[in-house]
């Protein structure tokens, strides 16, 4: 079985390529609207031993994401508004022949991104995929005690940790469209992390 797993080089989509890599054969896919290179997914996909695709997502997606984000003052709708975007462009990709399942790395306690049950059952109707989210259950706790034990991890504030992730583009076009400021009115500061390779 294939599962194509949205993955940004962090470690919440990397354990739950490790929870899925016994069951499927596991494509690790970096969703990117071309502002920022896949290069940290990428170098992380190589050193976990998994291979690694990106997806192009739809530029007027990422304005509209942005001028949401900007408007309401912080990123929970615009983000979300993405990564459903990236979870069905994943779906749909023309390299995704053959695909079983389309996965991410959400968390139990994840306040954004999160996939309702009604978008995840749209999404397996309108794709012939299942969708999984294998953190779903799992609380912070948890997964930080298991990248721990699992794999070389570097953290640190989320603008000076280089990924491959949709919020990193985000932030790019937040600058680009309301200037300088406008990443620190959106985003509150927070830890990121980048997976470096398995213990």
């Excluded at 291979?51 to 003052?73: F, I, S, Y």
């Excluded at 399942?101 to 995840?120: C, L, N, S, Y």
């Excluded at 779903?136 to 948890?142: L, M, Q, S, V």
Aim: proline share 6%; aromatic share 6%; no cysteine.
């Amino acid at each position: 079985m294939r599962a194509a797993l949205l993955f940004s080089a962090g470690k919440d989509s990397t354990l739950a390529g490790l929870l899925l890599e016994d069951f499927y054969d596991v494509t690790l896919v970096t969703a990117s609207f071309g502002v920022v290179g896949p290069e940290p997914a990428r170098e992380a996909a190589e050193a976990l031993g998994f291979p690694h695709e990106t997806v192009a997502l739809d530029p007027d997606v990422a304005r509209e994401a942005v001028e949401r984000m900007h408007d309401d003052g912080y990123p929970r709708n615009g983000i979300q508004q993405v990564h459903e975007h990236a979870v069905e462009r994943v779906a749909e990709g023309e390299w995704t022949d053959g695909l079983d399942a389309v996965a991410d790395g959400t968390r139990r306690d994840d306040r954004v991104p999160t996939i309702e049950r009604p978008f995840a059952q749209s999404v397996e109707d309108r794709f012939d995929v299942d969708y999984l989210a294998p953190l779903a259950g799992i609380g912070r706790g948890a997964i930080d005690d298991m990248a721990a034990d699992e794999l070389v991890v570097e953290t640190g504030p989320s603008a000076e940790i280089p990924k491959a992730d949709y919020e990193v583009e985000l932030r790019a076009l937040l600058v680009d469209e309301y200037g300088d400021g406008a990443v620190a009115e959106v985003f509150p500061d927070h830890t990121q992390s980048r997976v470096r390779g398995r213990r």
